[in-house]
C-alpha cells in the first residue's frame, strides 16, 4: 500500500500550489487529479490545434499570490503586459474605453475610501463576509460615483451580474491588495507561459521535489477511523455507480487536503 505524508485532492490552482509548497517542504505527496488535464476550472485544453482557455484569463496578482508561490518553489510566473487603462467594454456606446471614465469628476471622495480601505487591516475584512459593499462603502461616502465604480468592479470580477449578491470582504481583499501592491484599483496579465504552462510549472515543483500528481485520478473515499484520518481511496474503475461496489487502491495518509467540490464523501465505517 501507497504511503504519503499528505494527499492532495485535485489539480487546479490551490491543489498544484498546495502540493508544490508542501513537496518543497520535504513531505511526501500525492496529488490526484479526476480529470486528464492541470488546472481545474482555470484549464486549457488543445482543440484543432489551438490552445483554448475554458476558465481564468487574467491573472489578478500584484506579486503576494501565486507570483509568490512560484518563487518558493523556484519557478517564475511571467507576467504579460498590463494596461493601466484597464479598458472596459461601454455597453451605452458600444465601444472600449478606460475604467477612469468611470469615475471622471472630482477624485477626493474616492481618494478617502481608498485610504480608509489601505488603513483598514486584513482580519477586519472577515466581518464583512456576509455583508454587501455598499454598507462598506456607505461608511466612508455617500458619493454615489464611488459606490458605482466599486460595484462595477465587483461585477467584472465575481461574474454575476449583480453586486449585492457579493461578499463585500472578497471585493474589499482584492482591491486592497492592488492598491497596495501597484497602487491601481486593478492590476491583471495574461500569464506568460500561459495558463496550462503555469499549471505544468507547478505541477514540476511538486515532482521535483519529490511529489507526484496522477490526472485522471478520482478519489472516492477519505478514510476516517475513530476520528483519525487513514488515507483515501481511489477505485480501480473510472466510474462509480452509487450504491454499487467497486474495486479501490487504499493510499494511507494521516493528512488529506480536499480543494474540489466533493463528490467524494468522507466516511467513518463502523
Ligand atoms: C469561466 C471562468 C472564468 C474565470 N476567469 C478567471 C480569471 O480571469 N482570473 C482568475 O483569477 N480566476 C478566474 N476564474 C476563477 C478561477 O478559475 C478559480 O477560482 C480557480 O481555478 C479555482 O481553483 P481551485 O483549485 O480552488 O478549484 P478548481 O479549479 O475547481 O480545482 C479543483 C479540482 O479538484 C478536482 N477534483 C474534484 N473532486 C475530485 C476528486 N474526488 N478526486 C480527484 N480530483 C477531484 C477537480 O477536477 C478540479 O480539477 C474563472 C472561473 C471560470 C469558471
Redesign the pocket.
Known amino acids: 500500500m501507497d504511503k504519503y505524508d499528505v494527499v492532495v485532492?485535485?489539480?487546479?490552482?490551490?491543489?498544484?500550489?498546495a502540493g508544490a509548497l508542501l513537496a518543497k517542504e520535504g513531505k511526501s505527496v500525492l496529488v490526484?487529479?479526476?480529470?486528464p488535464?492541470?488546472?481545474?476550472?482555470?484549464?486549457a485544453v488543445d482543440d484543432e490545434g489551438f490552445t483554448v482557455n475554458?476558465?481564468?484569463?487574467?491573472?489578478?496578482?500584484g506579486g503576494s499570490g501565486l507570483t509568490k508561490i512560484f518563487e518558493n518553489v523556484g519557478k517564475k510566473l511571467i507576467h504579460g503586459k498590463v494596461n493601466a487603462e484597464m479598458p472596459v467594454w461601454d455597453h451605452e456606446n458600444q465601444q472600449w474605453g478606460s475604467i477612469r471614465d468611470r469615475y471622471a469628476t472630482d477624485k477626493t471622495e474616492l481618494k478617502k475610501v481608498i485610504k480608509a480601505l489601505v488603513n483598514t487591516p486584513w482580519e477586519e475584512l472577515d466581518n464583512w463576509d456576509d455583508r454587501n459593499l455598499r454598507d462598506w462603502i456607505h461608511q466612508y461616502t455617500d458619493d454615489q460615483g464611488v459606490v458605482d465604480l466599486f460595484e462595477f468592479l465587483s461585477v467584472l470580477?465575481c461574474?454575476t451580474d449583480e453586486p449585492w449578491d457579493h461578499s463585500a470582504s472578497d471585493n474589499l481583499f482584492v482591491r486592497k491588495m492592488h492598491y497596495q501592491e501597484r497602487r491601481m484599483a486593478a492590476y491583471?496579465c495574461w500569464p506568460g507561459q500561459g495558463w496550462d504552462g503555469i499549471w505544468q510549472d507547478l505541477a514540476d515543483a511538486c515532482t521535483e521535489h519529490g511529489g507526484e500528481v496522477r490526472l485522471d485520478?478520482?478519489?472516492?473515499r477519505v478514510v476516517i477511523e475513530n476520528r483519525e484520518v487513514k488515507g483515501v481511496e481511489?477505485p480501480s474503475e473510472s466510474t462509480i455507480l452509487p450504491g454499487v461496489p467497486y474495486e479501490a487502491e487504499m493510499v494511507e495518509t494521516g493528512c488529506v487536503i480536499?480543494?474540489?467540490?466533493?463528490?467524494?464523501a468522507a466516511t467513518n465505517p463502523p
Open positions: 485532492i485535485g489539480a487546479g490552482a490551490a491543489g498544484l500550489s490526484c487529479e479526476r480529470s488535464y492541470l488546472g481545474g476550472r482555470a484549464l475554458i476558465g481564468g484569463h487574467l491573472i489578478e496578482d470580477e461574474l491583471s485520478t478520482a478519489v472516492s481511489i480536499s480543494t474540489g467540490r466533493p463528490r467524494c
